[in-house]
């Protein structure tokens, strides 16, 4: 049985692990990316991949198992334009991100990540700063920041540190919920996730943005020099708020 938590702190899960480029990835590396960070069992981008035939899909994932388990999948099924890697997001991806040919990195999602209720584990959560900016950095003007998670706790601090540093511009849904919340009332990519569906089958609500990148300048770190200081919001050790019955056992599956 597939642990449903790792402690992306321990020793092991803080090694680099060198991410192969594209061309080692997809047949045809040169066509749009989307990233999906925290892809679990993979069974969203398995679907999507063959959606959306024109594009190149990436999960990446902690728990090894299910990362072996959806490679699996996807070779069964003669995919070659996705590909699943086990790391350590916060980790190992900067450096993958600053190695991809600029303009190449379409869409970044992220989906019903571990919630880590406890103020003393925000720090575990998988949205950190430096994450982010080096999404911000290989995301051109334009392309896509999508997040969404079944626990408010969990994607309020996503939402601030995102809008904190300046870089990214949150998107009015077409059609947006009649309460005026700021929420997306549907979800804007073709396809849901097996943990969204069973969320929604439950009568819960599912929390979601989608933001585009705006057009400022970063700096040589990655940090906008207009942003202020996204540390600030990262996961801040509010009050944890009791965990919702959906969220008791997370399930493998985003």
């Keep these: 049985m597939v642990?449903?938590?790792?402690?992306?702190?321990?020793?092991?899960?803080?090694?680099?692990?060198?991410?192969?480029?594209?061309?080692?990835?997809?047949a045809q590396p040169q066509r749009p990316i989307h990233l999906d960070i925290g892809c679990a069992r993979g069974r969203f981008l398995l679907a999507m991949a063959q959606l959306e035939a024109d594009r190149n899909y990436l999960g990446v994932e902690i728990r090894r198992p299910l990362v072996t388990a959806a490679e699996a999948d996807r070779q069964a099924l003669e995919l070659t334009n996705l590909h699943y890697l086990f790391c350590n997001a916060n980790v190992s991806l900067e450096n993958w991100l600053l190695a991809l040919p600029a303009g190449r990195l379409e869409r970044v999602s992220i989906q019903f990540p571990d919630p880590w209720f406890k103020a003393k584990h925000h720090k575990r959560r998988v949205l950190q700063p430096e994450?982010?900016?080096?999404?911000?950095?290989?995301l051109a003007p334009g392309r896509e920041l999508f997040i969404q998670s079944?626990?408010?706790?969990?994607?309020?601090?996503?939402?601030?540190?995102?809008e904190t540093s300046g870089q990214f511009s949150a998107q009015t849904p077409s059609n947006p919920p009649a309460n005026g919340e700021?929420?997306?009332?549907?979800?804007?990519l073709p396809l849901p996730t097996?943990?969204?569906?069973?969320?929604?089958?439950?009568?819960l609500p599912v929390y979601r943005l989608l933001y585009r990148r705006n057009a400022l300048a970063t700096t040589a770190s990655g940090r906008s020099a207009e942003a202020g200081r996204p540390e600030a919001t990262d996961n801040p050790a509010t009050a944890a708020a009791p965990a919702p019955a959906s969220a008791q056992t997370r399930a493998m599956a985003r």
């Design 131 to 138: 994450l982010l900016r080096a999404l911000a950095a290989a």
């Design 182 to 188: 700021r929420w997306y009332g549907a979800n804007p």
């Design 150 to 162: 079944d626990v408010l706790a969990v994607i309020e601090p996503m939402q601030a540190l995102i």
């Design 3 to 26: 642990r449903q938590h790792v402690n992306p702190l321990s020793r092991f899960f803080q090694l680099p692990r060198p991410l192969p480029p594209p061309e080692e990835l997809f």
């Design 194 to 203: 097996e943990r969204e569906t069973l969320v929604l089958r439950q009568g």
